[in-house]
C-alpha cells in the first residue's frame, strides 16, 4: 500500500493553519493591545517587535489556502464561496494593518493617528473573522452537487460571533505574552498586568464553547462522549487546566518566556479541541477529507515539494527569528 | 434570471481585474528593486564606494514600502480563486494549486524569510551574511514570478492533463510546467519587471537632476537606469516578437484580434493596421490606416503569409479586438519610446553631455510610470485576448465563476476598490514622497549609520 495522501495533506494543511494561528496570532495581538499604549515612542517599539518577520507569519495562511486549492479544491472552493463576506472582511482588514507597518513610520505626525487606528482596526476585523469563520465551519456549510448550498449570511450566528470574540481574546493573550517577552521595564509590567485577566478570559472562552459546542451540536457530542474518543479527549481539559494555572503563576515574579509560550500551548489544546470534533470532515458535517481531495497526481506531487522544504522554511524560519531575539528597546528603530 | 447571472460573472471579472492589476505594480517593482539592490550590495561589497551604501539605504527603503503592499495585496489574490473562482478552483485545483503552492514554499517563505534581515539586520549580521540575504529575496522574486507565470501560462495553452468526471487532472507535470507559452511569457514578464523598474529609477534620478540635485549617487542611479534601458528595451523587443509567434501558433483567435485582422483575401498578404477602431459587432475596423503586407512580414515573416481571421471563430469565442487592438499598441508604443530613449542615451554619453541634457532627462522623467503601464496594457492583452476562456478550449470564464448574487459581488468589489485606491494611494505617496527626499550624500549622514559599514554584531539588550 502507499502513502495515504489525502490523511498526510490533512496534517499538512492543519500543521501550516495551526503555525499561522501562533505565529500571526501574536503579531494580530499586537494590534488589539494597541489602545491600551498611547505613547508613540511605545507604539514604535511594540511595531519593531515584531517588524522583521510579520510578513513571513502571514505566509503561512498563503500557504493554508494554496495546499488547500492542491489538496482539497472541493473544500478550497466550497469554504471560500461559502464563507464569501467574512473571507473577504478578513482580506480587507489584513491590507490595513500590513501597510501600517510601514506607513506609520512614513506619514507626517498629524496623520499617523490614521496608521495606527488602520493597525487596530484591521486587526480587529482580520481577527474576528478568522474567529467567525472558525465558528461558521463548526457550525456546517450545506453542499450540493458540490457547490455551497447556503445563504450568504448564515455564516453569522451567536456562536461564530462569540467564536469571533473568542479569537480576539486569544490572540490579545499570545500578543501580550510575546510583549512581556519582548519588553522592559514599566512598559513590561503593564503587559504582565494585562495577562492576568486576559488568561481568565480565555479560559472562559474555553469553557463555553466547550459546553456550547456539544451542546448545539448532536453529532460532535457523540464523537466527545463516545468510547474511545472519550478517553483520548479527556486529558485535554486536565491540561488546559493545568497549563492556565502555571501561566498564572509564571506572572507573578520576573515572567520572561514562560507565559508565551504557556499560551502557546492553551492555543494548541483548543486547536486540538476542534481537531478532534472536525475531523475527518474538512467541510461540516458531510464532506471528508477522502471526499474532497484532489488527483492523487496533484497530491503526490507537491507532497514531494512539502516535505523537502517546509524543514527548511522552519529552518531559516527560527534563524531569522534568533537573528531577532532579546528584548527591543528604543535604540532599535528600524526605521529612519 | 440569466441577465442576473450574467451580471454576476461580469463583475467577477471586474473585480478579478481591479485587484490583479493592482497587485501587479508591486510584485514587478519588487522584481527588479530586489535585482537592483542587489547589484547594489555587491559592487560596495566589491568597491566599498559610499555612492553604493546611500543608493543602497536609500533604495531599500522603497522598496520596503512597495514589498508590504505586495505581500498585503497577494493574500488577497491567494483567496481570490475560491471566493470568486470556486467552480474554477474545483475544476482546475489540482493542477494550479500545486503549482501556487510551489510558489508559496519556495519563493514566498524564502522572500519573507530573508527580508527581515535584509532590511533591518545590518547591525546584526556581517557584511557576507547580509549579502546572502539581499540575494535570496532577489532569487525568492525570480521563483515566484517562474511558478505563478508557469500557472498563468497552463489557463492559456494547457497540456499534460486529462479531463476525468469533469475535472483537469495532471498526467504529466513536465508538460505542465513546461507548457508551449511558458518560456515566453517568463521572460518577457521578468524583463518587462526590470524594465519598469529602470524607468523609475531613470526619472526619480532625472528629477533630482532637473532641479538641480547632481552628486554622485544621483548621477550614478540615473546612468545605470540608462545603460539597462539602453540594453534591455531592444532585447524585450525581440522576447517580445518571439512571444507573439508563440500566441499566433497556440491562441490564433487572439492575434486575429489584436491586429484586427477579420478574414484574409485568397493569396494575397495580410496588411497590418496601424490604427483605427475595431468593430465587434459590425466586424470591420473603422477609420483604419494599414500598411500592406507588413501584418505578413511581423507574424509569418514571410512576404504573402497568412493567418486566420476573427470571422474564422463563431462570435461566441472572439475576443474583444476593440480593447486588445488598442492594449496591444499603448505596449508596443511605449516599448518603442523606450528604446529609443535608450539609444538617445548612449548618443548624449558618447557625447558626455548625459546628465545635462534637459530634454532627455524631462523625456526620462515623463516616461517614470509608463513601464508600469506598458506591462499593465500586455497583461490586459494577454487576459482579455484569451477569452471568452478561463482554461483555453477547457473551460469558459462563465463556467468557472462562483453562484453569488450580484449584491454580494457589487459589495465586495465596492469595498476593494474603496480600500485599495485609499490604502495603496497613500503608499504610493509615500513611495513619491521617499524618492523626492532622494539619496543621502554625505559619508557622516547618521541615517546610513551602522549600515553595512564594519557591521559590528551587536549584542541584543537585554539577552
Known amino acids: ?336 | 434570471m440569466a441577465m442576473w447571472t450574467l451580471d454576476a460573472v461580469e463583475l467577477a471579472r471586474i473585480q478579478f481585474g481591479f485587484t490583479i492589476s493592482f497587485h501587479i505594480i508591486f510584485p514587478a517593482l519588487t522584481i527588479g528593486l530586489a535585482s537592483y539592490l542587489a547589484v547594489l550590495e555587491a559592487l560596495l561589497l566589491r568597491t566599498g564606494k559610499e555612492v553604493y551604501r546611500h543608493l543602497y539605504v536609500f533604495w531599500s527603503k522603497i522598496f520596503a514600502l512597495n514589498f508590504g503592499m505586495g505581500v498585503v495585496s497577494g493574500v488577497v489574490m491567494a483567496y481570490q480563486f475560491g471566493t470568486n473562482w470556486s467552480r474554477f478552483a474545483d475544476f482546475a485545483g489540482g493542477i494550479t494549486g500545486p503549482l501556487l503552492t510551489y510558489e508559496v514554499l519556495t519563493a514566498f517563505f524564502l522572500e519573507a524569510g530573508f527580508l527581515g534581515v535584509m532590511l533591518y539586520g545590518w547591525k546584526r549580521v556581517g557584511p557576507q551574511l547580509h549579502f546572502l540575504a539581499t540575494l535570496l529575496v532577489a532569487v525568492g522574486t525570480l521563483v515566484s514570478a517562474t511558478w505563478i507565470l508557469a500557472s498563468n501560462s497552463w489557463m492559456q495553452t494547457p497540456q499534460g492533463y486529462a479531463l476525468v468526471d469533469g475535472r483537469a487532472v495532471p498526467t504529466d507535470w513536465l508538460q505542465v510546467v513546461f507548457n508551449p507559452s511558458f518560456p515566453y511569457r517568463l521572460a518577457h514578464m521578468s524583463v518587462a519587471a526590470f524594465l519598469a523598474t529602470a524607468l523609475i529609477v531613470g526619472a526619480s534620478g532625472a528629477w533630482h537632476l532637473l532641479r538641480g540635485r547632481d552628486d554622485p549617487a544621483i548621477r550614478t542611479m540615473t546612468s545605470m537606469a540608462l545603460w539597462m534601458l539602453l540594453i534591455v528595451a531592444p532585447l524585450q523587443a525581440v522576447v517580445g516578437d518571439m512571444h507573439g509567434l508563440n500566441t499566433l501558433e497556440h491562441q490564433p483567435a487572439k492575434i486575429a484580434a489584436i491586429e484586427a485582422h477579420w478574414e484574409n483575401v485568397p493569396g494575397a498578404g495580410v496588411p497590418l493596421t496601424l490604427v483605427g477602431w475595431p468593430d465587434m459587432e459590425e466586424e470591420v475596423t473603422h477609420w483604419s490606416i494599414s500598411v500592406p503586407h507588413l501584418g505578413s512580414l511581423v507574424l509569418t515573416h514571410s512576404w504573402d503569409g497568412q493567418f486566420p481571421g476573427l470571422k474564422a471563430y463563431p462570435r461566441a469565442d472572439r475576443p474583444n479586438a476593440t480593447i486588445v487592438f488598442w492594449s496591444f499598441r499603448v505596449m508596443v508604443g511605449l516599448g518603442l519610446v523606450m528604446i529609443a530613449i535608450g539609444l538617445w542615451s548612449a548618443w548624449k554619453r558618447l557625447r558626455g553631455s548625459l546628465f545635462r541634457s534637459r530634454v532627455l532627462l524631462r523625456a526620462l522623467l515623463l516616461m517614470g510610470p509608463m513601464g508600469i503601464v506598458a506591462l499593465l496594457a500586455g497583461w490586459i492583452t494577454t487576459e482579455v485576448g484569451r477569452q471568452p476562456w478561463v482554461v483555453y478550449g477547457a473551460l469558459r470564464t462563465a463556467d468557472g465563476a462562483s453562484l453569488h448574487s450580484t449584491a454580494e459581488i457589487g459589495l465586495s468589489l465596492f469595498l476593494f476598490v474603496a480600500v485599495y485606491f485609499t490604502v495603496f494611494g497613500a503608499g504610493i505617496a509615500y513611495m513619491l514622497h521617499l524618492i523626492a527626499g532622494g539619496p543621502n550624500s554625505s559619508p557622516e549622514d547618521p541615517k546610513d549609520a551602522g549600515v553595512l559599514r564594519d557591521t559590528p554584531r551587536a549584542a541584543p539588550a537585554g539577552a
Open chain 1, 1 to 336: 500500500m502507499g502513502i495515504d495522501l489525502p490523511l498526510v495533506w490533512a496534517v499538512i494543511i492543519l500543521f501550516g493553519i495551526m503555525m499561522y494561528v501562533v505565529m500571526d496570532g501574536f503579531d494580530l495581538g499586537i494590534g488589539l493591545l494597541f489602545p491600551f499604549v498611547a505613547a508613540k515612542g511605545d507604539r514604535d517599539l511594540l511595531m519593531n517587535t515584531v517588524a522583521p518577520v510579520w510578513d513571513g507569519n502571514e505566509t503561512w495562511l498563503v500557504l493554508g489556502g494554496a495546499g488547500l486549492l492542491a489538496a482539497f479544491p472541493l473544500a478550497y472552493s466550497v469554504i471560500l464561496s461559502a464563507l464569501y463576506l467574512p473571507v473577504i472582511l478578513m482580506l480587507l482588514g489584513l491590507v490595513f494593518r500590513g501597510v501600517a507597518f510601514e506607513f506609520r513610520f512614513r506619514a507626517s505626525d498629524e496623520r499617523r493617528h490614521w496608521w495606527d487606528k488602520a493597525f487596530i482596526g484591521g486587526s480587529i476585523v482580520a481577527t474576528f473573522c478568522q474567529g467567525t469563520i472558525l465558528g461558521a465551519f463548526i457550525n456546517g456549510l450545506p453542499v450540493v452537487n458540490r457547490a455551497y448550498a447556503g445563504g450568504a449570511f448564515d455564516w453569522l450566528t451567536p456562536f461564530s460571533a462569540f467564536t469571533g470574540l473568542g479569537l480576539c481574546v486569544a490572540y490579545a493573550l499570545l500578543g501580550c505574552t510575546w510583549l512581556i517577552l519582548k519588553t522592559a521595564g514599566e512598559l513590561q509590567q503593564r503587559f504582565v498586568r494585562l495577562a492576568r485577566p486576559l488568561t481568565l478570559a480565555l479560559l472562559a472562552v474555553i469553557v463555553i464553547v466547550s459546553v456550547w459546542t456539544p451542546v448545539t451540536h448532536p453529532e460532535i457530542a457523540e464523537r466527545w462522549f463516545s468510547l474511545p474518543n472519550v478517553l483520548w479527549f479527556a486529558p485535554v481539559p486536565l491540561l488546559v487546566a493545568i497549563a492556565s494555572w502555571q501561566l498564572l503563576r509564571s506572572l507573578r515574579n520576573a515572567p520572561l518566556m514562560a507565559p508565551f509560550l504557556l499560551t502557546l500551548c492553551l492555543v494548541f489544546l483548543g486547536y486540538t479541541g476542534f481537531g478532534i470534533s472536525l475531523w475527518p470532515h474538512i467541510i461540516p458535517p458531510s464532506i471528508s477529507i477522502r471526499d474532497a481531495a484532489g488527483p492523487p497526481q496533484s497530491l503526490g506531487f507537491t507532497l514531494a515539494g512539502a516535505l523537502l522544504i517546509i524543514p527548511m522554511i522552519v529552518g531559516y524560519t527560527a534563524w531569522a527569528y534568533w537573528v531577532f531575539r532579546g528584548k527591543v528597546d528604543a535604540s532599535h528603530g528600524y526605521h529612519s
